[in-house]
């Protein structure tokens, strides 16, 4: 299936998929910059708030998906642990890129006989 302008306007017409897109955009920014966010950069051990449940609450916004056992904060580690996945990712598109595109380069004339 090709991707073209009539697809984007009929995935972007819905508004589930309108909404899914945003919010998977919103993570993804949240994910790969942390320096423009400094509450996100550590995780730590704070007892007194172990276990506590999801809350949504603006005045502890690091408390949207609870507390694990020794405190730390659920929504912490699972933008720590998405920004390591979108690393490895980028590393391994770059690195297939780089031997890629050369072997490729290489192979073409071997290929075709040119």
């Not at 009929?10 to 910059?33: D, G």
């Not at 598109?93 to 290489?106: E, H, N, S, T, Y």
Request: aromatic share 14%; charged share 10%; glycine share 8%.
């Amino acid at each position: 299936m090709k991707l073209n302008r009539q697809s984007w306007r009929y995935v972007w017409k819905h508004s589930a998929s309108r909404l899914s897109i945003l919010t998977l955009f919103f993570w993804f920014i949240l994910a790969l910059l942390p320096n423009f966010f400094p509450n996100l950069q550590d995780i730590e051990i704070n007892l007194p708030m172990s276990r506590l449940p999801p809350a949504f609450d603006f005045s502890q916004p690091l408390g949207w998906l609870g507390y694990d056992p020794v405190g730390g904060s659920v929504l912490l580690q699972l933008l720590n642990g998405a920004r390591i996945s979108f690393l490895v990712s980028l590393c391994t598109v770059a690195g297939c890129l780089f031997l890629g595109i050369p072997l490729g380069v290489l192979a073409a004339p071997i290929v075709t006989g040119k």
